[in-house]
Structures are given as C-alpha cells and as structure tokens.
C-alpha cells in the first residue's frame, strides 16, 4: 500500500530485474563508487594531502596535472562539486579522498538503494523515505549554521541513510511510471480488440442479411 502505515510492502516476483533503468542506474552508481574509492590508491602515497577549497571553484588543478587520466578525471570534478575540507574527508594510501565523507555516503547509500530497488519489487511509503533524508539535513544543516561540527562517521552513516533514502524515492517514480505505461498499453489493447470484435459482429451480421434476402 502506498500511504499506508507500513514503511513498505515487499512483492514476491521470482527474483527478477525490476528495472532496466534501475539496473544502469546500479550499474553506474557502483562504478562511481569504486572510482571514487580507488582513485587515491592510483595517486603516489603522501601526494594530495589537502585539497579544502569551495564548491563551484577550480582551486586544486594544479596538484592533478601530474596524475594519470582516470584519477585526474575524478579528483577534478570533486574539486568542482564539494569543498573537499580536509578534516571533513577520509584518506586512503596517504591522500585525501576526491570527495567529502558525507558525498561519500550519499554515493554508497544511493548504489545501495538501486541496488534493493533493482532486486527487490518494494513499494515504500515515501513519507518514510522522506524522513530518510532528515539525519544529513539535520546533520549538515546544523554545522551549516551553528558552532557544532559533526564527525566523518556520522557524515558517513547520514550520507548512506540520505543516499539510500533518494534512491529508493526515484525508484519507486520510475517503477510507478512503468506501471502506469503497462497500464494504458493494456487499455489500448483491450479497447482495439473490443473495436475488433465489434467490426468482425458487424460483418458476421452484414453477411447473415445478405444471406436472408
């Protein structure tokens, strides 16, 4: 049920994809994630190690010119994207992470959530998946404008519940979407043959007057 009180209902389907577009979306963010995680370990150890700038601005083009193509690709549109402060990134091999640990999150809890919509035929309540996404609002929105300063981990952990929350959501639109289609397919269906077999009565009928007079 939809709206109802459960936060979802889970429908036996054999195992099968969901989704094809689900499926390239699990596909895509999985590989985004391994980018994301490996690109420090293609870098020299003790290499990038501090990459805080501002979201929007090319601050760090330099320190990637001497890397190799996949994590000079990666490490840049992280300098774009996020601010990169160093306290509030992970380090792998000795250099920071392309990407915040709360990004991090959010890419692990949306390949996650692909990844259960993709296998899984769930209907969740979105009230719910709503509420998913209130830890990293609270958490993020409250460093943003008070004194408290959050930690990697909870960065982390409210990332993945966000990320895992927003994929769901869209899942359940585009699963929402194909239903419908399927829906007015069959409708049309169902209607050309009632049309069908009203022309195929009529000529039935048409041939038996004939045959009378």
Known sequence: MWLGTRLWSLRDDG???TSGVLLILLVASTI???LTVTAPLLVPSDTLLDLTG???MRENIAQFESLSIVPRTI???GDLECHQIAERSYFLNGNQMPF???DLGLFIGLALGFGIATFFFLQPNP???LVGLVPIGLDGGLQLVTG???TNPLRLVTGIIGGAALALLL?????AFREDAKRTTSSEQERLQENSDTSLDGGVESRFDEADQ
Do not use: D
């Open 15 to 17: 195992g099968r994809i």
């Open 32 to 34: 985004w994630v391994a």
């Open 54 to 56: 501002t979201v929007g």
């Open 75 to 77: 490490y840049i549109i």
């Open 100 to 102: 915040c640990s709360r």
């Open 127 to 129: 009230i719910w998946l």
């Open 148 to 150: 408290y300063e959050s």
């Open 171 to 175: 899942a359940s639109f585009v699963l």
